[in-house]
């Protein structure tokens, strides 16, 4: 079946710009994670969704950042204000089909979305 | 806070030749320990956990809580093991599951 789609694959913007990152999780997946990937970096966790519910935010670099999952599927994070340190992969992922426990389930990486603020 | 080195940025071998690649953690409380894969143009995908004590591709992994260590092994490497290697944990316990991920080890399995 698809995997975890990301929209776009690359992103250039303006310093200052707003950008709107897109992710499609595995349908059926309870759990959605947003990690960031600076060059030469391990990814770096941003915050996670348990359906729409956004239960820890805590990796999220400033107020800036933004994510949301409304319907619990679809999430977008968003980069207000961008700045060059915010360059970086952009990473989603999701796990845990719905009525299964949480932890348990691997994650389910998509492509990324390589963003260059220049 | 946990955390998760892998001291080795680059590691080259020849094919037919023994591989480790090094993982130490720091965390207070029973961690669970993966390791991801990214091959060439490929999305980041898991290659083995430690729970599962299995060999994937003939790699295996053991956890060593004394030494906090989790190194990753392979007796006889292949060209087409080449790729990006991820050490990464996860607090044992938690109700999901965010992982803490190393710097990556590049690995280049040479013919």
């Known amino acids: 079946g698809a995997g975890v789609s990301q929209s776009p694959r690359y992103k250039v913007a303006k310093r200052g710009q707003d950008v709107a990152l897109r992710c499609d999780p595995i349908s059926g997946h309870v759990s959605l994670f947003w990690y960031q990937q600076a060059l030469g970096q391990g990814p770096e966790f941003l915050t996670y969704f348990q359906n729409e519910a956004q239960l820890d935010k805590s990796g999220l670099p400033s107020d800036r950042f933004f994510a949301e999952r409304p319907e619990g599927s679809v999430s977008t994070l968003k980069i207000q204000r961008t700045q060059q340190e915010d360059s970086a992969v952009y990473l989603c992922?999701?796990?845990?089909?719905?009525?299964?426990?949480?932890?348990?389930?691997?994650?389910?990486f998509g492509p990324g979305t390589r963003l260059t603020v220049t | 806070a946990q955390r998760v080195t892998q001291p080795e940025k680059l590691l080259s071998v020849f094919k037919g030749a023994p591989v480790e690649l090094k993982c130490n953690y720091s965390?207070?409380?029973?961690?669970?320990l993966f390791w991801y894969v990214q091959y060439s143009r490929q999305r980041l995908q898991l290659l083995l956990r430690h729970i599962s004590r299995e060999s994937i591709k003939g790699f295996t992994a053991d956890l060593n809580k004394g030494e906090t260590s989790f190194h990753l092994k392979k007796p006889f490497a292949q060209e087409e093991d080449s790729a990006m290697y991820y050490c990464?944990?996860?607090?044992?316990?938690?109700?999901?599951?965010?992982?803490?991920f190393g710097q990556g080890t590049i690995l280049t399995v040479h013919p």
């Open positions: 965390y207070s409380g029973s961690p669970e």
């Open positions: 990464a944990l996860r607090k044992g316990g938690t109700s999901y599951g965010k992982l803490t």
């Open positions: 992922a999701s796990s845990s089909p719905r009525g299964t426990s949480l932890s348990s389930y691997e994650q389910y």
